[in-house]
């Protein structure tokens, strides 16, 4: 009987636990020998045994960091037999806070598992943001990367998509955006204020001050304040300039 492999997943993320099925070893025997992409690859167990009568046998591995593409497992036991089988890694992302408001700064993506070209574009709920890092060039062996985005003025709140595109593919994830909840808004009455589209207030005055509580919950309350630089009646319902 020849030796085979089997995967629960033929793809997978870097990081992520994959588990490898040995089928038709030699019975009561171990496997000695694993490697990725012709590297060792630790397996747990650390030296999986064979099945005494079908041979068969069962591990654990996590995908290493490598760049997108399908990539050589190799197993085999003491007494020879062995098998290959391919395995493609493909690249996601991650971000830090995973919940946040709009306008929250400092909020990083990491990237992993990228080819070495260069981000070209970057989405949060359908918005660029306007404040973010260069896009970053992957690492060439890794294809990890990091960057730091301003949270913009999305549409909608709850769960929220955050799409990277590069020269090769769309990746993306979901993170949650809170609504802000208005304070004060520079002394001017509440009913001098209609909140518009993304809660931001839409008032006929230049340069008004708006502070929200974007504590989410938490206890003590933290607020900010923004400024409106641009006046509603030209910009538009939902188009203010604010400052950061």
């Given at each position: 009987m020849t030796a085979s492999l089997g995967f629960s997943a033929t793809s997978g993320i870097v990081t992520e636990k994959i588990t490898v099925y040995g089928v038709g070893y030699t019975p009561s025997s171990t496997i000695?020998?694993?490697?990725?992409?012709?590297?060792?690859?630790?397996?747990?167990?650390?030296?999986?045994?064979t099945d005494a009568v079908t041979g068969n046998w069962t591990a654990t591995f996590v995908v290493p960091a490598l760049v997108r593409g399908t990539y050589a497992f190799v197993a085999t036991d003491a007494v020879a037999p062995t098998a290959t089988l391919g395995f493609t890694i493909v690249p996601s992302i991650t971000v830090s806070p995973i919940a946040v408001n709009m306008l929250t700064a400092g909020v990083t993506i990491t990237g992993k598992g990228f080819t070495s070209t260069i981000l070209t574009g970057v989405t949060v709920g359908g918005v660029v943001p306007s404040v973010h890092q260069a896009f970053p060039l992957p690492n060439v062996v890794t294809g990890a990367w990091t960057m730091t985005f301003t949270v913009?003025?999305?549409?909608?709140?709850?769960?929220?998509?955050?799409?990277?595109?590069d020269a090769d593919e769309t990746v993306q994830t979901t993170f949650a955006v809170a609504d802000w909840i208005v304070v004060d808004i520079g002394g001017l009455a509440d009913t001098e204020s209609g909140v518009a589209m993304w809660g931001m207030p839409v008032i006929t005055v230049l340069n008004y001050?708006?502070?929200?509580?974007?504590?989410?919950?938490?206890?003590?309350t933290i607020s900010t304040t923004h400024t409106c630089r641009n006046d509603p009646r030209t910009a538009g319902v939902g188009s203010n300039v604010w400052d950061s």
């Open positions: 000695t020998v694993s490697t990725f992409n012709g590297a060792p690859i630790v397996l747990t167990p650390a030296i999986p045994a913009p003025l999305v549409p909608t709140t709850g769960a929220v998509d955050i799409i990277i595109t001050t708006v502070t929200y509580d974007r504590s989410m919950g938490l206890s003590p």
